[in-house]
């Protein structure tokens, strides 16, 4: 069990999406998540284990990126690996045999294109065991509230890059706060600040995607 | 001067630059000042002004304090209509050697932008990553063709709106996206949209601009051997596309930015990107600074 757990933290790690994948040279023609996943599963390993060494191996690479050991796109490949583990895992998550902590739904405001803030989020807090929404980029405000009645009990997440973008965010943040006030909003960018999320009426921000798993741990329905 | 006809717009004055939202907040406006003059110096042709959603009065006094020193033009930086019109009538051409400022930006839905020309003439910034659709509602162009059409809709509506400006007073935004998470071929769509609009005989003379630093952001600036990664594969960008027709950057004039060889590694990773699709170019880009 722990050889395994072990065996997915490290393809997770280091970005190894596949056998075919040709990243990282040293892992050449080695098992990636993929088969270690789909071998674990055939040969019985509980799924829960291979959830654990996904957020392992999130938890390793976010380290690193945080220390400025690798860089953005070794963390957009670690996703993907974790991604090839998620999808052998989806119908243990569909059928509740193996619980998430809660659901996630995120989307970079209208008008605005960027994501990555928003994937490098969504990546932290799925890693962390959360089932993930992902609305993509140009999200309008009736896409986050039709979100919000799918996914009774869902938190919000919000990005925006730009200081243009920030007005639709704002927009957003008030119209959900007024139609479904239990809803915890946390919003995310770089021209967000403490100060503009209390003035847009958002519950949590902050510049570093790990914190968000530390208020999403403490606010769970 | 980098590159000879390659024209900078200073990007530092940016409320998004995490020590220029510390000077907004202290209201320190000489450290603006010295900002902007320090961008004059190092060979910018306008210094960018954004302020982020601070009051209009604010830009109109941090254009006013800059222009007292700086000769240079400006550009006005903002989707605010309200603010961007304190800003256009704080300027004062005068100063700047008869030159127009530049208004950045206005897209399809904030055509009411246009208007301000009265208030103050500028040079638009027209942006073509995004229109609107028969709602009336903003969405973002998916692919180059996309693109090029909202480009040439633009050029169009500023012409009936600005009194038929020419073509070489009209800046075309095509839209840069970042090459270390890009595995959906926005790179490539960036590419062909400037090859179309280029190729277009009525688009002649206009001009494209691009927010450089936005491309290689993230990315380390050096390789553990001291290699300069950001500032080589933006130089690698320039050399691709200053012959489709860009001449304008918004970026830092404290970057060396050169036309590379054409065996540069910088330049061959990004030839090699284009060919590659999904994470197959992340992985090229890593292996350039791995």
Same mark, same amino acid.
């Given at each position: ?6 065996? &997915?933290?490290?393809? #997770? ?62 963390? #957009? ?35 605005? @294109?960027?994501?990555?803030? =928003?994937?490098?989020?969504?990546? #932290? ?5 959360? =089932?993930?929404?992902? @609305? ?6 009736? =896409? ?11 938190? &919000? ?13 704002? =927009? ?19 021209? #967000? ?26 606010? @769970?329905? | ?17 995490? $020590? ?8 320190? +406006? ?20 954004? +302020? ?43 100063? %700047? ?8 930006? +206005? ?27 028969? $709602? ?21 509506? %500023? ?7 020419? /073509? ?23 590419? /062909?949209?400037?090859?179309? +609009?280029? %190729? ?91």
């Amino acid at each position: 069990m722990q050889e395994i757990i072990e065996k &997915i933290a490290l393809g #997770v790690e280091k970005g190894k999406i596949s056998k075919a994948s040709p990243y990282p040279p040293e892992m050449a023609g080695e098992d990636g998540a993929e088969e270690i996943a789909a071998e674990a599963l055939r040969n019985g390993i509980a799924p829960d284990s291979l959830m654990t060494g996904c957020m392992l191996g999130m938890e390793r690479i976010g380290k690193d990126f945080e220390e400025e050991l690798v860089f953005i796109p070794n963390l #957009v490949l670690a996703a993907e690996a974790m991604n090839a583990v998620m999808k052998h895992l989806k119908p243990f998550l569909d059928s509740g045999q193996v619980k998430q902590k809660g659901t996630f739904v995120i989307g970079t405001v209208a008008g605005d @294109l960027h994501d990555i803030g =928003k994937n490098l989020v969504a990546m #932290v807090i799925r890693g962390s065991g959360y =089932k993930i929404v992902d @609305l993509g980029v140009d999200v309008s405000t009736e =896409k986050f509230l039709e979100a919000i009645k799918e996914h009774p009990g869902c938190f &919000i997440g919000m990005s925006a890059l730009l200081t243009t973008t920030m007005e639709n965010m704002e =927009k957003s943040v008030k119209a959900i706060k007024e139609a479904s006030p239990e809803t915890k909003v946390l919003i995310g960018g770089a021209p #967000v600040s403490e100060s503009f999320r209390a003035r847009c009426g958002a519950d949590f921000y902050s510049p570093i995607a790990q914190q968000a798993v530390t208020f999403l741990n403490e606010n @769970l329905p | 001067m980098s590159i000879p006809g390659l024209t900078i717009i200073g990007e530092s004055i940016n409320d998004s630059v995490p $020590s220029t939202h510390a000077l907004f907040e202290a209201h320190d +406006i000489d450290a603006i000042v010295d900002l902007a003059g320090m961008q004059a110096e190092g060979g910018a042709a306008y210094i960018d002004v954004n +302020i982020g959603r601070r009051a209009p009065a604010f830009i109109a006094e941090v254009v006013r304090k800059i222009q007292e020193h700086i000769d240079i033009p400006l550009s006005i930086d903002t989707p605010d209509p309200e603010i961007a019109a304190a800003g256009l009538e704080a300027y004062d051409p005068q100063r %700047a050697g008869n030159q127009k400022p530049i208004l950045n930006s +206005i897209s399809e839905a904030r055509l009411e932008m246009f208007d301000l020309t009265a208030k103050q003439p500028f040079i638009p910034i027209l942006l073509t990553t995004e229109s609107v659709d028969a $709602s009336g509602e903003g969405v973002m162009n998916k692919t180059a063709e996309e693109t090029y059409a909202t480009a040439r809709t633009m050029v169009s509506i %500023a012409r009936e709106r600005m009194g038929h400006i020419p /073509n070489e007073e009209l800046i075309l935004d095509p839209g840069i996206m970042p090459i270390g998470t890009d595995a959906e071929g926005h790179f490539k769509r960036l590419m /062909n949209t400037m090859k179309l +609009i280029h %190729a277009d005989e009525d688009l002649k003379g206009t001009q494209m601009s691009v927010g450089l630093s936005n491309f290689t952001v993230m990315l380390p600036s050096k390789t553990a051997d001291g290699m300069f990664v950001r500032s080589t594969l933006e130089s690698a960008f320039l050399t691709m596309a200053m012959p489709l027709g860009l001449r304008t950057i918004i970026g830092s004039v404290k970057r060396k930015y050169r036309i590379l060889d054409n065996d540069h590694p910088a330049l061959i990773c990004l030839q090699e990107v284009l060919q590659l699709e999904g994470t197959a170019a992340l992985v090229r880009v890593m292996r350039y600074y791995s």
